[in-house]
T-cell receptor
Framework: GAGVSQSPSNKVTEKGKDVELRCDPI?????LYWYRQSLGQGLEFLIYFQGNSAPDKSGLPSDRFSAERTGGSVSTLTIQRTQQEDSAVYLC??????????????FGQGTRLTVV | AQSVTQLDSHVSVSEGTPVLLRCNYSSSYSPSLFWYVQHPNKGLQLLLK??????LVKGINGFEAEFKKSETSFHLTKPSAHMSDAAEYFC???????????????FGTGTRLQVTL
């Protein structure tokens, strides 16, 4: 597609329920990132994919959070047993990483998650 | 390890006056540095990037930034602020993992720029 697409754009869920957030990166982009932005806060790194593998998942806040990427394309971030502190905007970004340079990351519009 | 510090959480300038948003970084490897802008209810947009070519980098909308290795700084400037520049600005550092081309983007906490008449 033309840009990074995230769905849903908004999600309201009850505390304790599981949610799944989806990210469609730009076609051909090998790197994919998930970030979380809480109200009035900066961007908090969650996990990074290179292809289908995740060399850095150090930002996942607890074992309730997991992510996968299949076919080197679509990624899903799953939050189990959601808590109110999980409420935030979840941002996905992708970039193309040639072997000798750093490329910019293109961000999606985000999924606003509200846990009530 | 890498980190980035944005020294001001909020900056207010008058329209037509210069803008200075400060950023200092720390990186174990040769870094790439970026500035992103986030307008209210909009997605993040790249303003400019430094990737070890020229130390003075020009970006969109009249912004520029200078990489100073001795000061580990990458401050963002603009000669004359416009009302439309009001937004949140993020300084970002990226450095290669050892042995590969993988990179992780580390964001600063952001600087909110307010532009007044």
């Amino acid at each position: 597609g033309a840009g990074v697409s995230q769905s849903p754009s908004n999600k309201v869920t009850e505390k304790g329920k599981d949610v799944e957030l989806r990210c469609d990166p730009i076609s051909g982009h090998t790197a994919l990132y998930w970030y979380r932005q809480s109200l009035g806060q900066g961007l908090e790194f969650l996990i990074y994919f290179q292809g289908n593998s995740a060399p850095d998942k150090s930002g996942l806040p607890s074992d309730r959070f997991s992510a996968e990427r299949t076919g080197g394309s679509v990624s899903t971030l799953t939050i189990q047993r959601t808590q109110q502190e999980d409420s935030a905007v979840y941002l996905c970004a992708s970039s193309f990483l040639p072997s000798s340079d750093f490329a910019e990351a293109f961000f999606g519009q985000g999924t606003r998650l509200t846990v009530v | 390890a890498q980190s980035v510090t944005q020294l001001d959480s909020h900056v207010s300038v008058s329209e037509g006056t210069p803008v200075l948003l400060r950023c200092n970084y720390s990186s174990s490897y040769s870094p790439s540095l970026f500035w992103y802008v986030q307008h209210p209810n909009k997605g993040l947009q790249l303003l400019l990037k430094y990737t070890s070519a020229a130390t003075l980098v020009k970006g969109i909308n009249g912004f520029e930034a200078e990489f100073k290795k001795s000061e580990t700084s990458f401050h963002l400037t603009k000669p004359s602020a416009h009302m439309s520049d009001a937004a949140e600005y993020f300084c970002v550092v990226s450095a290669s993992y050892t042995g590969g081309t993988a990179s992780k983007l580390t964001f600063g906490t952001g600087t909110r720029l307010q532009v007044t008449l």
